[in-house]
C-alpha cells in the first residue's frame, strides 16, 4: 500500500513537472543584415510560445537608390482563435522632387464569435512646396 501511494505521489510530481515544462514560456529572436554601398537590408524574425498561445513576426526591410520597402507577416494563435496580417510599407523620392509615403496592411481572424477580414491602404505625399497629399482607404468584414 505504501509503495502504491509513493508511486501515485510520483506520478503525480511527474505529471504537474512535465505540464510546467510543456507550457514554459519561449522566446526565440533572429535578425540576419547585410550592408553594400548600393543599399541596404535586414530580415529578422521574433516567436513567442506561452501558456496563452503562440504568434511568430518576420520582417524584411531594404534600403537602395529607389526607397526603403519594408514587408511584414505576423501570425498568432491562442485558446480564442488565430489572426494573421501583412503590411507593407515604402517611402520613395519621385521625379518631381516630392516624397511618397505609403502603407498597405491586410488582416484576417478567426475566433469563437466569427471571422474577420479587415484591409486598409494609406499613401501621404509630400511636394517640393510643403505641401500633403493623403488618401486613406479601409473596409471591414465580419462573418458570424
Known sequence: MVRNKLAGAAFCVAYVLSQSVCFADEVKSSTVQSSTPAGSASTSVHSKTD???????????NADATGVHSHSYKAQAGPGGAKVSATHSAVQANG???????????SH???DAGSTHHKSASSTT???DGSTSTVKHSATSTNP
Open 51 to 61: 501558456a496563452t498561445g503562440a504568434s511568430t513576426a518576420v520582417k524584411h526591410t
Open 109 to 111: 481572424a478567426v475566433g
Open 96 to 106: 518631381d522632387g516630392s516624397v511618397t509615403a505609403a502603407r498597405q496592411h491586410e
Open 126 to 128: 509630400l511636394g517640393t
